[in-house]
């Protein structure tokens, strides 16, 4: 890239997940049932040993946690945003968030969000990425 992106995550990066997670120093079980702490940490099946859902975790590892997490996210969203070409940070910043919320393996399961984006349709690639209730007859 021809522009210096900031290669660890911002604080506007940061102030956006923790906006849009929120934080609890508790464990809690998420939408899907997954037992999670802090800014939206998922525990691993280590982490799962040790934990159990109401546990309080403390500040230093919800600290560690998100910034592990974060980093990891970031990363693939630079990456991501190399393999299209795109130097905008605010674009870095959403492929990040878009890899903190459904894990940097984002793109084998939203082929045709990828593939829009690839194409340079992000209003396609936006209306790809939204969520359709199988249940839903009208859809």
């Known amino acids: ?30 939408t899907l049932d997954k037992p999670t702490a802090g800014v939206g940490h998922l525990l691993t099946a280590e982490e799962n040993a040790l934990y159990n859902v109401g546990d309080r975790i403390s500040p230093e590892t919800t600290s560690q946690w998100l910034k592990q997490d974060s980093s990891r996210a970031y990363s693939a969203g630079l990456s991501q945003a190399k393999e299209l070409g795109i130097e905008d940070q605010g674009m870095v910043e959403a492929l990040g968030s878009v890899n903190f919320q459904l894990g940097t393996g984002w793109r084998d399961k939203f082929k045709g969000t990828w593939a829009a984006m690839q194409s340079g349709d992000f209003n396609l690639a936006a209306s790809e990425a939204q969520f359709v209730d199988p249940s839903d007859p009208s859809k």
């Open 1 to 30: 890239m021809t522009n210096a992106l900031p290669q660890e995550p911002t604080q506007s990066f940061m102030k956006h997940l923790e906006d849009r997670e929120g934080f609890r120093e508790n464990v809690y079980l998420d």
